[in-house]
């Protein structure tokens, strides 16, 4: 009877060790670049002592997997890409409303930009334009400097943006021209610009890197990625488009049902603070960092130097479903 009683004993304490470690443990899923989610994953393992599991996806993408694991969750937190499929999913109740313990740290202009924390911000990056100068030289094209010299018939073929129906970049492209121009004459704009694209690629870097390839001329891109790319030996120049421009705030969400949600509001709680958000520059990315007190980049671009158009964080969470129907039903379906 001892026996078996020492036995049962140690099957119990195999069992809580195990829960213990399993309670140790998270996953996120990551709409940034690869080595901006993995530093991330690292840094949070080395001060807290929790496994931290990723994936990386782009925005649409993660967004589409959110909306699939609605009713048996697999992950506990969502961060990184643009703020709008963030706020979508924080509409549609798959995100729960976290105010991190930090929050007074938190630039007011970025942090919370749909409201009541249903979103919190933890960057900023200006939406813009990569240009080949060196291929348009060679094919006698001048530089463009607004979103309207894109639509020049002499750039068909040669322009590289992503699909917004997976990507938070081009979801902030296709907001910007609403914002510009207004609705209907937005999608006007993108039907123009539809003839000149070569490429709908599935991630908003992607088009930046094909054009310092020379596979196309100019990209629609965030310019923190067009510097990355200068450091890297790609001959491209970052514009930030005379018009106006948009800008994304970066998003951070706790995923509704999350397995692990103490541990994942820990996670929040530090990847707001400036010694996560300094992590980024060590890899390249350049964005601005929401906390206050994390040190700016030396070559980000700030985004009080760029003109910029008065974009509605709250009316794309509301309106981005439609006006991304909208693009794939008139635009996208249109002959190149």
Not at 229 to 255: C, D, F, H, R, S
């Amino acid at each position: 009877m001892k026996k078996i009683l020492g036995i049962a004993l140690t099957i119990l304490l195999i069992a809580g060790v195990a829960a213990v470690a399993q309670q140790k443990e998270l996953t996120f899923y990551g709409s940034a670049e690869p080595r901006s989610v993995e530093v991330l994953a690292k840094g949070f393992e080395k001060v807290s002592g929790v496994k931290v599991n990723w994936i990386r996806m782009s925005s649409g993408e993660t967004l589409a997997r959110v909306r699939a694991e609605k009713n048996n969750p697999q992950a506990d937190v969502w961060w990184g890409g643009t703020a709008d499929p963030h706020s979508i999913a924080a509409l549609e109740g798959l995100t729960e409303n976290y105010r991190p313990t930090l929050w007074q740290e938190m630039d007011p202009r970025f942090r919370d930009p749909i409201g009541d924390w249903q979103v919190l911000g933890i960057y900023v990056g200006v939406l813009g334009m990569s240009a080949n100068e060196g291929l348009l030289k060679e094919m006698g094209l001048p530089t463009p400097k607004g979103w309207d010299d894109l639509t020049d018939p002499r750039y068909k073929g040669l322009i590289g943006v992503a699909n917004p129906n997976t990507s938070g970049t081009a979801l902030t492209t296709l907001a910007t021209q609403v914002f510009l121009r207004g609705e209907d004459e937005g999608i006007e704009y993108m039907k123009r610009l539809h003839k000149n694209i070569a490429h709908y690629t599935k991630s908003g870097v992607a088009p930046g890197i094909l054009c310092g390839r020379g596979e196309v001329a100019v990209a629609i891109v965030f310019l923190h990625d067009v510097i990355y790319q200068i450091e890297q030996g790609y001959p491209v120049t970052a514009i930030a488009p005379k018009e106006g421009t948009g800008y994304e705030i970066g998003g951070l969400n706790l995923i509704k049902g999350a397995p692990h949600p103490e541990l994942a509001k820990q996670f929040i709680d530090w990847l707001v603070s400036a010694e996560a958000q300094e992590t980024q520059a060590k890899v390249g990315s350049y964005q601005l960092p929401t906390n206050m007190k994390a040190k700016v980049p030396a070559v980000s671009i700030p985004i009080d130097s760029v003109k910029t158009v008065d974009y509605d964080f709250k009316w794309v969470a509301e309106n981005g479903m439609h006006i991304m129907d909208r693009w794939t039903r008139e635009v996208f379906t249109l002959p190149r």
